[in-house]
């Protein structure tokens, strides 16, 4: 079955850069997702990268996809004290029809000034 | 647009009651899905609608689950006969069809069963 893994936490200081690491079993995965949630509330999407592609950037953010040893990372770069929340790695994938996401545990980022 | 909406935020009830929580997804969405968060886990899947049809169930949707969506908009989810180990974060997302399916998560209602 579909199963995706994170290391639980991260400590970084404030200015320097974040990279959350997620690994996925999921073969068929066809879209990747980074989600943020901070305390008591919901998931926020942040963004996305689809299976054939191998980077994408978005402003302070960038995902790196090694679809051969199905590795997804998520850089964060300049990070800041308003970042500090729990990232969710999420794959959708084609096992069971495709329309669920698949989560990891999460990683806890902290940022230290 | 105001995003997904969840109707209660939070909700505490005794074992053995019944629980309806209510989700408004994005307007122009035709999916649906809820999803179950426990403390220090990534959110479950439990169903997906599109437009009014159920189409997936998981098999973490006991019996006591029932999930509608009556005209293809809000969507329900009641709880029946509640145990202590329902107690969880029910999270709601809706999605258009194609595309990178994005799904965009509600606030999430937080159930405490007592």
């Known amino acids: 079955g579909e199963d995706v893994e994170q290391s639980l936490f991260l400590s970084v200081r404030e200015g320097d850069s974040s990279v959350i690491n997620c690994t996925y079993t999921?073969?068929?995965?066809?879209?990747l997702y980074w989600y943020k949630q901070e305390p008591g509330a919901g998931l926020q999407l942040l963004t996305y990268i689809f299976s054939n592609m191998d980077m994408k950037q978005d402003q302070r953010l960038t995902v790196l996809l090694n679809k051969k040893d199905k590795h997804l990372s998520l850089r964060i770069a300049d990070t800041q004290t308003g970042d500090s929340a729990i990232y969710f790695c999420a794959e959708r994938g084609l096992t069971g029809g495709g329309n669920k996401l698949t989560f990891g545990t999460g990683t806890q980022l902290k940022v230290e000034l | 647009d105001t995003g997904v909406s969840q109707d209660p935020r939070h909700k505490i009830t005794k074992r053995g009651q019944n629980v309806t929580f209510r989700c408004d997804p994005i307007?122009?969405?035709?999916?649906l899905y809820w999803y179950r968060q426990t403390l220090g886990q990534g959110p479950e899947f439990l169903t997906y609608f599109q437009n009014e049809a159920q189409l997936e169930k998981s098999r973490l949707l006991s019996d006591r689950f029932s999930a509608e969506r009556p005209k293809g908009s809000f969507s329900t989810l009641e709880i029946q006969r509640t145990e202590q180990g329902d107690s969880a974060m029910y999270l709601c997302?809706?999605?258009?069809?194609?595309?990178?399916?994005?799904?965009?998560f509600g606030p999430g209602t937080r159930l405490t069963v007592t």
């Open positions: 997302a809706s999605s258009m069809s194609g595309g990178a399916y994005e799904q965009y």
């Open positions: 307007s122009e969405h035709n999916r």
């Open positions: 999921d073969s068929s995965s066809t879209y």
